[in-house]
């Protein structure tokens, strides 16, 4: 079946510093999603991919979706110790309405 | 604000108790959804309302009972629960197949059962 995997698993970062983190898949995504879930809340939707190629911005966050379809990309500039948390990429089930989620890349920011 | 809407946001209950969980959307979407996310696991679908007919059951045991009494909100009922069903219980939403994948989540119920 289709299934996400995100990596790194986990990264421990000096504030100030870039972050790089990715999400693979064995199949092909119509869309990719990238989520930022906190300690004890729900995920928020931090910025969507629609097409092969594209690349998109959401303040210090920049997503691409690869060319192949098959995995997407999310920087991070100038990390902040406020962008810690768990990243999660997510893509539609195709022709559903269900998502299917990464395992998640932790990220810790030292000040 | 997601404009998701959960409560309670922590929950405690005896293997006996009956609790329902709610959800209440206020984003106009078409479509909601239930999941439990326990430590260290992706993140597991339990059920999927589309215009208030559920359209997904993902093999969820029937002690967990959920109800979609109109398009903004839904409920999780619980009964005779296992320790192993303590969790963050997240509800999300969407437009739904004809509007767009992006699903918007509530922050959650923590759930412990004891």
């Known amino acids: 079946g289709q299934q996400l995997n995100q990596s790194p698993q986990s990264m421990f970062i000096q504030e100030g510093e870039d972050v790089s983190m990715n999400c693979t898949s064995s199949?092909?995504?119509?869309?990719w999603l990238w989520y930022k879930q906190e300690p004890g809340e729900g995920p928020v939707l931090l910025i969507a991919?629609?097409?092969?190629?594209e690349l998109t911005s959401n303040g210090r966050l920049t997503a691409q979706f690869g060319i192949t379809r098959k995995d997407s990309f999310l920087n991070i500039s100038a990390s902040i110790p406020s962008d810690v948390g768990i990243y999660f990429c997510?893509?539609?089930?195709?022709?559903?309405?269900?998502?299917?989620f990464g395992t998640g890349t932790r990220l810790q920011v030292f000040p | 604000e997601t404009g998701v809407t959960q409560t309670p946001r922590h929950l405690v209950m005896g293997m006996t108790n009956k609790k329902s969980l709610k959800c209440e959307q206020h984003?106009?979407?078409?479509?909601m959804y239930w999941y439990k996310q326990s430590a260290k696991k992706p993140l597991e679908l339990m059920f999927v309302?589309?215009?208030?007919?559920?359209?997904e059951n993902n093999s969820v045991p029937s002690r967990f009972s959920p109800e979609c009494p109109n398009s903004s909100h839904l409920f999780l009922h619980l009964h005779t629960l296992q320790p192993e069903d303590s969790a963050l219980y997240l509800c999300?939403?969407?437009?739904?197949?004809?509007?767009?994948?992006?699903?918007?989540f509530g922050p959650g119920t923590r759930l412990t059962v004891t």
């Open positions: 199949s092909i995504f119509n869309t």
């Open positions: 999300a939403s969407s437009l739904g197949l004809a509007g767009g994948y992006e699903q918007y």
């Open positions: 309302y589309s215009l208030e007919e559920r359209v």
């Open positions: 997510a893509g539609p089930l195709y022709n559903t309405d269900k998502l299917i």
């Open positions: 991919l629609y097409k092969a190629g």
């Open positions: 984003l106009g979407h078409n479509a």
